[in-house]
């Protein structure tokens, strides 16, 4: 229910949360819908653990290093890409450039400056989610106190693909989030940019820090 509620607030659409830049127009509602998800599945997750024992974040912290992060990743990146494909349906065609044009809206919308810059994030979004979901699953499907060649191979897949997002989520910053950008203004694409990026240092970071503790 809150995923629906905060899709239905973010989207420029309704005008509920934002306008049609997909700038917060309602701070509060904005915020406290995301905040209402959060608080949503964080109770869903002490119920699992209180009622049935579940440890959902103790799992994941316990069942691989860094699993957690890359979760972390692959919604910041779904995020992203849904935002994208929004901000894209609703500004960029003929059809919604016309009607841009006759509400008198801001021509940077349906730019085609605009409009490469939401495909760009859509290709960003996907590479991401993907490239998450693939080492997730790689993580939770391999043994590696079993197999140390495959540790091997996982840890460095993990420092090459986090590198690679490093690279392609700061294009995506500069690209994305400049001025008449679709993530300039503050909302969902502006923050999973960032988050992306973010998460992505987090990652090689971690790896780096791995490494050398190896060594020592």
Not at 162 to 177: K, Y
Request: hydrophobic content about 45%.
């Amino acid at each position: 229910m809150w995923t629906a509620l905060v899709a239905i607030v973010s989207d420029t659409r309704h005008g509920l949360a934002t306008d049609s830049s997909g700038s917060i127009s309602n701070g509060n509602l904005y915020y406290f819908s995301w905040a209402g998800l959060v608080t949503g599945v964080a109770l869903f997750i002490s119920y699992l653990k209180t009622i049935h024992g579940i440890d959902l974040a103790g799992e994941l912290r316990d069942r691989a290093l860094r699993l957690e992060n890359w979760i972390y990743l692959g919604m910041f990146g779904l995020i992203q890409m849904g935002s994208s494909a929004r901000l894209f349906d609703n500004h960029c065609g003929v059809h919604n450039n016309n009607n841009n044009a006759l509400l008198g809206e801001n021509t940077e919308l349906g730019s085609v400056s605009f409009c490469r810059k939401c495909q760009l994030g859509v290709a960003l979004g996907v590479i991401t989610t993907i490239a998450s979901l693939i080492v997730v699953a790689l993580k939770i499907g391999m043994t590696t106190s079993d197999n140390r060649l495959s540790s091997s191979s996982l840890f460095t897949s993990e420092l090459l693909t986090s590198g690679m997002m490093i690279g392609s989520e700061a294009v995506g910053v500069a690209f994305i989030t400049s001025q008449g950008g679709p993530g300039a203004p503050l909302n969902n694409l502006y923050y999973s940019t960032w988050g992306t990026l973010f998460t992505s240092l987090v990652l090689v970071a971690s790896c780096v820090d791995d490494y050398s503790s190896a060594k020592d």
